[in-house]
């Protein structure tokens, strides 16, 4: 989440939550932000016994220390309510979708006219509603029968309506989403309360997201840290008033500096915008339109290191389109080009509407109205394989290469043995070839090849420098697939691909250690997905598929994928290079006040105090509202993420030492030292 996206909305409740979140029953979830709000309540109570005179420090002194930590908790708070303000705002927003509505329920299938009308909540898994234009869908189901125009833009924020029909992988519908045209029969697949809106209401409000296990770990690191500071703060008190006593050196350290050293040593800066970096992340993604089921998810995607990918529509554009007409000897390409465009005319495939496009474009060849030619159009089958047009005594064919050597050959015809040759050549190249013939004689040879998409290339380049590798899945032989993989530059492919090859590659890869992530939207997609460990399922596919996965992209969109990865690297790299900043702040502070705060003991350590800081006062104090005010400046990182480059693993680990490891360094030292100054400057010593 951008700062340009903070609304004023957003900024006003995230205020306020962040005073709702002083329950202590809340603090206890973050342990070491708990330490500064129980540090924060013992020095209240300083302020109040100092006020009233009952122990001897300064109350004014006691007070800032106490103020200070009181905005370094809200600060911490702040950070967390501002990155779960969008995803309460998503929230808000679908809640608004899902709406109890009555619909027509079905006493069986095969008759529409009876029905009861019922309300969307009563509704249970299994049963069958019919919805007409106008009308919401009521709960998630699969069409079963019918076809019509559904405006999912409630769900995924896209205005342009979406066709749902039965019979394949776009059958699947959402609870909340409108039809706009035609019907549907719809069998409910899920219970009520269950539906995929309910569960991304769930998801995106920041509130409900779980931490992932690396998140976990961290936060027992840094746990361990702050009980070592507690453990070793807790004996400063009783040692500086031994050594005071009986041995004559210095004075005591006050309860109230020891209270303020232990938080500024432990590790406040990453502890209180942990849980901000992981929810951004989670709504980076929302904003991408990708719903995840779990921050796991996120993370292991950061962590992916082989990506599997749909050949169509991921790699190439998702149609073959005409690219060269290839005559036979005899034959002129601008007569065959007229026949290629006579020949498909009437074909409204992407395919055949290809051709008629590059009949115009490279031969200047208008469409022909088939009615003036007293044409007849003989459209393709299976069986035949072939299509075509009869007009005026001609017979025009235009098919599969040996379906139409067949029918050649069967009316007395010839089949050329250079037809056949670029029928190979073009088959060697990835390509699909389509024969043309005219009244028995062969005129040539259709090109059709997958267009892959522009710029894949570079972005799988910048892929395999990340250490990614990509494998591109196809059904189509393996030489097409070799043509096709090596043109978009993917590091391998899987040609002719089945549901179990697919099943088996992943763990295939899972056994030699890598994480792999994949995309798919049918039923016979459910089981590869299921094993990957990154499965991002299209929101226009089967219950199954989105069942399996633990990702749904709301956009459809297969090349998402390579985004999710990105935005789970950014999540990862984001919390390491905080961590690294926090704990380089530390050893900073460290060194900048423990000098100071011992040199009444140890005069020699009066050499240390290079920073020529005033006292232990303005020390102290200028340690405390610095540790308070850097989170609050590095909350929009937390919230924007770290950009991500494409660099080697090491390349990454170097830079983030350098910029933010270095950075934490030399930050604390600039920033204690002018507000020591400040400090000094107004009179407190």
């Known amino acids: 989440m951008e700062n340009k996206n903070i609304s004023g909305s957003i900024l006003k409740d995230s205020i306020y939550q962040s005073f709702v979140k002083l329950s202590p029953l809340v603090q206890v979830r973050n342990p070491v932000m708990f330490v500064v709000y129980i540090g924060a309540v013992l020095t209240t109570s300083l302020y109040f016994l100092s006020f009233a ?14 103020l200070f930590l009181w905005f370094t908790v809200l600060f911490a708070n702040f950070a967390e309510a501002i990155a ?19 619909t027509k329920k079905l006493y069986s299938a095969d008759n529409t006219d009876e029905f009861e009308e019922v309300m969307s909540v009563d509704l249970k898994k299994g049963d069958i509603v019919y919805v007409v234009a106008g009308e919401q869908i009521p709960m998630d189901g699969e069409v079963i029968e019918g076809a019509a125009s559904v405006d999912e833009s409630a769900i995924t924020g896209e205005s342009a309506p979406v066709i749902r029909e039965s019979g394949g992988d776009r059958s699947a519908v959402t609870g909340g989403t409108t039809l706009v045209s035609d019907w549907l029969i719809v069998k409910i697949t899920v219970e009520s309360g269950n539906s995929f809106l309910d569960r991304m209401i769930s998801m995106v409000e920041g509130a409900s997201r779980k931490k992932t296990p690396n998140e976990i770990a961290l936060q027992i690191l840094l746990v361990t840290l702050t009980i070592i500071f507690l453990v070793v703060s807790a004996t400063l008190l009783p040692y500086t008033q031994f050594t005071s006593e009986f041995v004559g050196a210095g004075t005591a350290i006050p309860i109230t500096n020891v209270i303020a050293l232990l938080v500024c040593l432990a590790p406040t800066t990453i502890g209180a915008l942990l849980s901000s970096i992981g929810i951004a992340g989670m709504s ?43 005559p036979v000897e005899g034959v002129t390409e601008e007569s065959l080009a007229e026949a290629c465009q006579l020949s498909s005319i009437a074909d409204e495939t992407p395919e055949g509407r290809s051709i008629v496009k590059l ?12 009615s003036e030619l007293n044409a007849t159009f003989v459209p393709f089958t299976a069986k035949t394989r072939m299509s075509g047009v009869d007009y005026q005594g001609e017979v025009l064919r235009k098919g599969a290469a040996d379906s139409v050597k067949a029918f050649v050959i069967d009316n007395g015809g010839n089949y050329p043995q250079e037809c056949q040759e670029a029928v190979d050549r073009v088959a060697k190249e990835g390509g ?15 090109h059709l090849k997958d267009i892959v998409k522009s710029g894949v ?4 380049r910048e892929l395999h420098n990340m250490g990614i590798k ?16 090596a043109e978009a530059g993917v590091d391998d492919f899987l040609a002719e691909a089945t549901p179990e090859a697919k099943l088996e590659l992943i763990k295939k890869y899972q056994k030699e250690g890598h994480l792999v992530a994949m995309t798919g939207d049918g039923t016979n997609d459910a089981p590869a997905l299921a094993q990957a460990d990154v499965a991002v399922a299209m929101n226009t596919g089967t219950q199954a598929a989105k069942e399996a996965g633990n990702m749904v992209d709301l956009d459809s969109n297969p090349t998402k994928l390579i985004d999710i990865v990105r935005i789970g690297k950014q999540l990862l790299i984001t919390r390491g290079a905080l961590t690294t900043f926090s704990v380089a702040n530390d050893v900073a502070k460290y060194f900048a006040i423990i000098p100071v705060l011992f040199f009444t003991i140890y005069p020699e350590l009066e050499a240390l105090n290079f920073m020529n800081l005033t006292s232990s006062t303005t020390a102290i ?43 934490g360094l030399i930050a604390p030292f600039i920033a204690i030292k002018l507000i020591d100054m400040f400090l000094t400057f107004i009179g407190i010593v």
């Open 53 to 66: 005179g009952i122990q001897d420090e300064r109350a004014g002194y006691v007070l800032a220390i106490a």
């Open 84 to 102: 779960e303000g969008r995803g309460r705002a998503q929230a808000d927003t679908l809640k608004k979708a899902r709406k109890d509505v009555k």
């Open 284 to 326: 980076r993604l929302n904003q991408a339109n990708v719903l995840a089921m779990s921050g796991r998810a996120i993370e292991a995607a950061g962590d992916t290191d082989v990506l599997l990918l749909d050949k169509t529509g991921t790699i190439t554009l998702g149609n073959r389109q005409a690219s060269e007409f290839i």
């Open 359 to 370: 009949a115009k474009d490279e031969y200047g060849i208008r469409k022909r109205d088939l």
């Open 432 to 446: 699909t070839p389509l024969v043309v013939a005219k009244n028995n004689a062969v005129l040539g040879v259709i």
């Open 457 to 460: 290339k570079e972005r799988f």
């Open 470 to 485: 990509t494998v591109m899945i196809t059904g189509d032989n393996p030489m097409t697939a070799a043509a096709i993989a």
């Open 621 to 663: 104090l200028s340690a405390i509202i610095y540790n308070a005010f850097v989170i609050i400046a590095l909350i929009p990182l937390a919230l924007r993420g770290v950009k991500y480059r494409g660099l080697s693993a090491e390349k990454l680990l170097k830079r983030n030492m350098l910029i933010y490891g270095l950075g």
